[in-house]
Every structure is written in C-alpha cells, then in structure tokens.
C-alpha cells in the first residue's frame, strides 16, 4: 500500500459524540468506521467551551494541546493540567472526564484505539525523522504547526496536513515546526 496524502482542507468538520463540540477526523480505521466501530481514530477538535469528555467504553486515548491556553483534565476525580502545548497526555476512555479551559478556546489532537485490538503511542518532533513502520503497525505523522516535507517524494504538508504510512514504508520526513509522530500497532492473537 503507498502512503497516503491527507490535507486538512478535505475534512469535514462532525459533531462531538456527546454534541458538546466538533471534531475532524485525520485519519481511521477500518476506513469509513463511525465512533462506534473504529480500531483506531486520529482527529484536531476545536474547543470551545469547558464541559465533559464522550466515554468511550475499551478505548486509550492520547490527547495533546495544539493551540490556546490549555486545560486542565479531570480523569476519575484526578486533575491533570496542560497548559503547554506539544505534550501529549494518555488517559482511559472509559473514564469520566471533565475539561476545563484556561482561559479560552483550545485546538487539541486526540489519538484513540480499542485497546483490545490495538496500541498507540504519539512522539513530538521537531526534526528530520525516519518512519520504518513495522510488521502488524502503521504510521502517521500530522503537522502541528509549520510544515515538513517527504525528500524523495518532493510532498510538502502544511499545518495539520497529514501522511499515513503503511508496514514496510521507508521514508524521511524533514520537519519545519512540530509533527504529531502516531504510531499504531496491532495487537494480535496472544
């Protein structure tokens, strides 16, 4: 499979699960899944206003502050506070969890899989990085801010532009800002 291009302007903006907001989906599998049946979603929401996060029952997330002031994260009863942008925070979706915003709205990149099925972890880079996706994993590298490019392909993504990268892809991504690194691994049979 090559990889695939994904612009930010061919999103289409969706309602929240709970409608409390709207989100646009980067990127998701089984590609055309809703919030019901993926195995993984990546998507940038833009928040409003404070209020509570959707449950979603058997999923991890990772969710990470783009733009704004920040905010402050009730998970279970437990406040987490992220106020500076480009650090990704892991939580369970099955927890009840309140957003409070620091002063304003924020733009945030949330990562999600059924844990069941699959891991994920996001790494921030700010550099040339090397994809090598391996066996049973895919890739997918989101401009956060500024822009990259991939050498031998002559592509140039700009902010929150997207590329997703199959197992066995080998590429260098030049990165003129911040990339969100999402890395998606199957789980398997155990």
Not at 55 to 80: N, Q, W
Not at 113 to 129: E, F, L, S
Request: with cysteine.
């Amino acid at each position: 499979m090559a990889l695939q291009v994904l612009r930010a302007q061919d999103r289409t903006p969706a309602p929240w699960k709970n409608g409390g907001g709207v989100t646009s989906e980067v990127a998701a599998r089984p590609e055309g899944a809703g919030t019901g049946d993926f195995v993984w979603r990546v998507s940038i929401a833009d928040v409003a206003q404070s209020g509570p996060f959707s449950v979603f029952e058997g999923v991890d997330r990772i969710i990470t502050v783009v733009d704004g002031p920040g905010m402050a994260l009730t998970v279970d009863g437990t406040s987490y506070e992220m106020a500076v942008p480009y650090e990704p925070f892991a939580f369970s979706g099955d927890s009840e969890t309140q957003c409070e915003l620091l002063g304003g709205p924020i733009v945030d990149f949330n990562v999600m899989v059924r844990r069941a099925d699959a891991t994920a972890g996001v790494r921030i880079m700010r550099d040339r990085v090397a994809v090598r996706p391996g066996t049973g994993t895919c890739v997918l590298a989101v401009v956060l801010h500024g822009s990259a490019a991939l050498g031998r392909e002559s592509v140039r993504l700009g902010r929150l532009d997207a590329v997703l990268f199959a197992e066995g892809d080998a590429h260098d991504i030049d990165v003129d800002g911040v990339l969100a690194l999402v890395t998606v691994a199957d789980r398997g049979e155990d």
